[in-house]
């Protein structure tokens, strides 16, 4: 397994549109293996193949207290979208950032499993929250998009200046 590197916002790859999952082989076996250690390490609840610029519709997700229940999701779609519910989301790739975005609270979805195996579930409140918030993903879409542009221009710019303190290189004589 290894630790993939997170894109941040306002990256242009996570504008990326992926591509559906033609044959679950070894390869996306170890994609998955790869975004959930990615995923516990950064940590997070969730996180799609593209935030890791990989355009592909993978998808994984922990919401377990123990992160213990890992669910890996191929090619997911929602087939029912039911109700409101307004929550304070955050993203790994706008690191720092939570704001509260509304969607629906009841979602029926499917997907394909580990095994390439249909599943079809529902989903409410956290859970249904975050399979639509990494589904955005695979279609290029971000949690900020949901905001005023005002609030997002804002975003934007703490975390370009952020990523460029980041890249200043280090003043001379510091010992690395
Ligand atoms: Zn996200």
Redesign the pocket.
């Known amino acids: 397994m290894a630790i993939l590197d997170i894109l941040h916002f306002p990256d242009p790859r996570l504008r990326n549109r992926a591509k559906p999952v033609s044959e679950v082989d070894a390869r996306v076996r170890k994609l998955a293996d790869d975004m959930l250690e990615t995923m516990y390490k950064a940590p997070g609840i969730?996180l799609?193949a593209v935030?890791v610029n990989v355009p592909l519709r993978v998808v994984t997700i922990d919401i377990s207290e123990e992160r213990d229940q890992p669910l890996v999701l191929i090619n997911p779609e929602i087939l029912e979208r039911d109700g409101v519910e307004e929550m304070s989301e955050g993203?790994?790739?706008?690191p720092g950032i939570y704001e509260k975005v509304k969607r629906a609270n009841h979602i029926r979805f499917r997907a394909l499993d580990l095994e390439g195996q249909p599943l079809e579930q529902e989903a409410e409140g956290l859970l249904a929250v975050c399979v639509q918030?990494?589904i955005d993903?695979l279609d290029g879409k971000?949690?900020v998009d949901y905001l005023s542009s005002l609030k997002r221009q804002r975003i934007r710019k703490k975390l370009e200046k952020e990523a460029r303190q980041q890249a200043e290189p280090a003043p001379a004589g510091t010992a690395i």
């Open positions: 969730g799609a935030q993203c790994l790739s706008v918030h990494e993903h971000l949690f």
